[in-house]
């Protein structure tokens, strides 16, 4: 079920193809859990003591913030570059309407 923030999040952030895949733990991930508590749109599960991301991603980036080890990394940079050239460009469109 969507629940309401999610439904008022995905306004503002529009998934990009992909980017579910973009995230990874690294060797130093305690299994700790505090990054699927964490995330705003519940797109973290902890399956076998480690993180995965099943479903698209936002990148409010709250999951790496508040790993404490630091422990999330993410795929490759031309994708999230033009994550945010698309959120640019439809937050300038927006505020020309
Ligand atoms: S917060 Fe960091 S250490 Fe904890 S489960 Fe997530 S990635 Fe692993
Ligand atoms: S960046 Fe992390 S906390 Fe934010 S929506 Fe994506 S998985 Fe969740």
């Known amino acids: 079920m969507t629940t309401l ?3 008022i999040f995905k306004r503002k952030y529009k ?5 579910d895949s973009v ?3 690294t060797a130093d991930c305690a299994g700790c859990g505090e990054c699927e508590q964490r995330c705003p749109t519940g797109h973290i599960k902890i399956v076998d003591g480690r993180p995965v991301w099943p ?3 936002f ?7 508040v790993c404490p080890v630091n422990a999330i990394s993410y795929g490759p940079p ?6 945010w050239a698309r959120v640019k460009k439809e937050r300038a469109d927006g505020e020309k309407e």
């Open 5 to 7: 923030f999610e439904k």
């Open 15 to 19: 998934a990009l193809p992909g980017m």
């Open 23 to 25: 995230f990874f733990a």
């Open 55 to 57: 479903k698209p991603c």
């Open 59 to 65: 990148l409010c980036a709250a999951c790496g913030d």
């Open 78 to 83: 031309k994708l999230i570059e033009e994550y």
